[in-house]
């Protein structure tokens, strides 16, 4: 059985809740009754959207300069090889 996490929107109370998958999700706050959110974790949730692959790829060429995972060309005279 899933674990799901929940957030409540009005007094920020956080609690786990053991559901199966065909169980409606919850939507009130135990605490208070307020509104709560569903909070996805590590449960193989993807975070999709286009926000994730912009900040993806606007890493790349910064992670390309501060490391070099592949192994370096042979010293050359010109930094820049073609
Ligand atoms: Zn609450």
Known sequence: ???YQYA???????FEA???????SLTTCPECEGEIRKIYSAVGVVFKGSGFYKTDSAKKPVSKE???PVA????????KAD
Do not use: I
């Not at 053991?18 to 409606?24: A, I, L, R, T």
């Open 1 to 3: 059985m899933p674990t």
């Open 8 to 14: 409540c929107t009005a007094c920020s109370h956080e």
């Open 18 to 24: 053991v559901q199966s998958f065909s169980d409606d």
């Open 66 to 68: 501060s490391s070099t």
């Open 72 to 79: 370096p060309a042979p010293a050359a005279p010109a930094p």
